[in-house]
């Protein structure tokens, strides 16, 4: 299992040589995912010819085996309507638990302690669903719920100062989204090991050099947030965190993607529901301290 996700891992949908199920097969019968680098494409060409079954992580034991199938196995495989309704379930409980987090706690020095608390508890759920072997629902939904308490508190601090950014966060979040989805269907970006690994090189090294700035600032040696500040040079980092939640997301697409493709099983589809969620928060609360950032400009 490798890290996919900027702060916390989780498993991928292929544990093969491959990073994180790129670069490898789908099972047979399952959705075509393209035939460039594909040694199932050409029969000539594939030293599974004999036992389709031999990379496919969720196949069962006698097929990977080499024992010939009495019939394909269809039941209980993740499929993209599952995905869609786990993300669904679980980003809607974020947006309730916001939305009453910022209805019912006003803007104050305890509300602003119940949030860091409410994200200290995401974090050790989120932490303790990324160590389990298999997704649980209540971790997840419990991850989500947390959350959703500290970015209602978060915004509505962020709203009380620069009216708006909330919602230009989220439309914000949503265009990163939407135009990061339209370019990995459209092909332009292939996400192969080498893109991962280069990636995740980045990701970690921008995250260490975060919880160094974090630990400068907190005991004084940094001014204004250090590299977090509220100025040019705030804006650039939140650009960079920006992009990087980008390339998660690419990460994310693809882990679906090979999740459907390899007929993963159906509990699988809250991991991918899980992963989504949190890059969409990285990406959401990088988006609302830019937009403030700009506001303040003004």
Known sequence: MRSSNPVFSRRGFSRDNGYA?????????GP????????????????????PYAQNPYAPQDLQQGAPPQA??????MTMDDVVMRSAMTLGTVVIGAILAW??????????????GAALVAFVLAIVQSFKRKASPALILGYAAFEGVFLGVISEMFNTEFSGAPFQAVLGTM???????????????????????????????FILVMAVNLLLVAFGVADDGGLRSMGPLGAIVGIIAIVL??????????????????????????????????????????????????????
């Open 175 to 205: 265009a990163v989204s939407g135009a990061t989805l339209l370019i990995y269907k459209a092909g332009w970006i292939r996400v192969t090991a080498r893109y991962a690994r280069i990636g995740m090189a980045i990701a970690i090294a």
């Open 32 to 51: 075509a995912v393209g035939t460039q680098g594909n040694p199932y494409a050409q029969p000539s060409g594939n030293p599974y010819a004999q036992n």
């Open 245 to 298: 939640g980008a390339f998660f997301l690419t990460l994310d697409f693809k882990q679906i993607e090979d999740g459907v493709a390899y007929g993963a099983p159906r509990e699988e589809a809250w991991l991918a529901a899980f992963g989504l969620t949190m890059t969409l928060v990285w990406i959401y609360i990088e988006m609302l301290r830019l937009v403030a950032i700009f506001s303040g400009d003004d």
């Open 103 to 116: 209805a019912l706690l006003p803007v104050s020095s305890s509300s602003y302690g119940l949030a860091i």
């Open 72 to 77: 394909p196995v269809s039941t209980g495989r």
């Open 21 to 29: 199920g790129f670069n490898a097969a789908p099972q047979a019968g």
